[in-house]
């Protein structure tokens, strides 16, 4: 514990210098410089950031209408968060998931405001980055939802086109065509931002994914020329979206910029608390990992393999028995085995399709032993035992757990004496 905290003190306190001497060239007006930092120190400032943020569960979730905020930010700042066989991990998606149908349950089209007004965008865009199809949530179209919610709070979203970011941005990750009134609303006055660079950003992304040049241009000069003005000012949170957006719009000559917030975030990280609140992970995180809201698209997620017919899955697999110490005698047969199996269940499938064959195994430290073949057992105090060869006669590197056979391929059982 005492090693750990001097390491998180030492980040501490390289990312406050580091911060310090790019603010000192900020204030000489000289170009800043950018510092390649080491990767730990990003790691680092993530896993405690990550570490912040899970310790702040209740009963395995964070609370009404977050729990899609904390997931979003754990999976972009590390996709491998997410393990089916971490039990931790998987209880809170499910509840996360719970959440969500039990709103659901009363509210099919989720109208209420609270759910209508881009929160439903931040589940749909965690449940993406988790390679769930938003589209077939538990016989719920979520997409369709959403694309509702551009309709039912449309007079809002001219007000607070910050959540109608949200909105565009989870229906374009997943392809979906935005609508002429939503698109005229992103585009409107462009260079006026009624929340400022929090909104200017979240429209940045927005416009980046849509391809909106024109807006999409107005937004960016604008954060520029307001971070380099005044970036002190600002929170960790806008720093995060400044950061989120202007990554997804790989503006260009802005590392001064980001290199700046990035070190304020790691030094708030360090610092605080901060991450225990979903929605500063769900900025700051994905930015200190160089993501954004717009990676949600980029998932790649394990295709379903169709269905293989039984037929096409199978192969032969020719096996000969030969004993030239017992019974001086030699047996062959073919067995039909699953494409994939492994020999020790060959042997088993063999076993069920002849009544002329029949085998005994044993479990041992080096995996499965052939122990007995035909009746035909191994006497270990005469040294005599089952080799296993292919069919140039060399033995099995493998045991019969471990070895795959191909279609066509040979195996001989030959009772040897050491």
Known sequence: ????????????????????????????????????????????????GSYQLLRARTDWKWGPR??????????LANPRWFQKNNAATYISIQEMKMELLAQLSIDKRLT???????????????????????????RHNLLRRLTGHLTISVDDFRENRFALSWVVIALCNNNKKIDNTSLE??????????????????????TTCLNETDAKSSAEQFIVDEMRANMSQYNEFTKGLVVQALTAAETEKVDDIIDIARSDL???????????LPGAASIVLPALARKSYLDASKVV???????????????????KVTDDIISNTTGTWKVKAMKGSNLLTALQDLQKQSRRFRFKSLQTSFGRSITSINGMTQDIANKIFWKVEDASGVPLTDGVSRTVPKNGDTFIFRLTKF
């Open 112 to 138: 209420d405001e609270r759910w209508s007004k881009g929160k439903l965008a931040q589940y749909v865009t965690a449940l993406q980055l988790l390679c769930h199809n938003p589209s077939k949530f538990f």
């Open 1 to 48: 514990m005492i090693r750990l905290t001097s390491v998180l003190l030492a980040l501490q306190i390289f990312g406050g210098a580091m911060s310090f001497t790019n603010r000192a060239g900020a204030n000489r007006g000289h170009t800043l410089p950018f510092y390649r930092r080491e990767h730990v120190i990003d790691l680092a400032a993530i896993q405690t």
């Open 301 to 319: 997620c394990p295709k379903k393999g169709k269905r293989v017919p039984k037929s096409a899955a199978k192969i032969t697999v020719k096996i």
């Open 266 to 276: 790691r030094g708030a990280i360090m610092g605080s608390t901060l991450l225990e």
């Open 66 to 75: 977050t729990n899609a905020e904390a997931i979003l930010g754990l999976t």
């Open 185 to 206: 609303i992103i585009n409107d006055h462009p260079g006026e931002y009624k929340f400022g660079v929090d909104e200017a950003s979240m429209l940045l992304m927005a």
